[in-house]
C-alpha cells in the first residue's frame, strides 16, 4: 500500500508563512491527483488545493493568491506553500493522493495523518 507523511506544520503569527510536504512511500506504481485539506475544530475537512497528474491546481477560494499547490513527481511529494496565513486558517492539515499501488491493484484513496498548523499571535 501507499504511505503519506506531512511535515512542516508549526505555529507562526498572522501574516507568516509555512511550507508543508508530504512524501508517499511504499508500494506505489502510478499516483494520479494529490492534494491537501484541512479540517478546523468543529468543522467539515475542506479541500484546500488540488494539483492533477499533469499540473493544473485548484485552490479553496479563500486561499487563492495565498497558497500555492507543487509537486515533485520524482520525489514523490506534494508541497503546500502558504503566505500570508490568517488565524481562520488554523487546521489541521492531511496530505491526499489517488493512487495505484501495483499493476494488479485498483486506484484507491489515501491519506496522511495530518500535520497541525496554528496561526495566532
Known amino acids: 500500500q501507499v504511505q503519506l507523511v506531512e511535515s512542516g506544520g508549526g505555529l507562526v503569527q498572522p501574516g507568516g508563512s509555512l511550507r508543508l510536504s508530504c512524501v508517499a512511500s511504499?508500494?506505489?506504481?502510478?499516483?494520479?491527483?494529490m492534494a491537501w485539506y484541512r479540517q478546523a475544530p468543529g468543522k467539515e475537512r475542506e479541500l484546500v488545493a488540488l494539483?492533477?497528474?499533469?499540473?493544473?491546481?485548484n485552490y479553496l477560494d479563500s486561499v487563492k493568491g495565498r497558497f500555492t499547490i507543487s509537486r515533485d513527481n520524482a520525489k514523490n511529494t506534494v508541497y503546500l506553500q502558504s503566505n500570508s496565513l490568517k488565524p481562520e486558517d488554523t487546521a489541521v492539515y492531511y496530505c491526499y493522493t489517488h493512487a495505484k499501488p501495483s499493476f494488479r491493484e485498483s486506484f484507491r484513496d489515501y491519506w496522511g495523518l495530518g500535520t497541525q498548523v496554528t496561526v495566532s499571535s
Open positions: 494539483i492533477t497528474s499533469v499540473g493544473s491546481t
Open positions: 511504499g508500494s506505489i506504481y502510478n499516483i494520479n491527483t
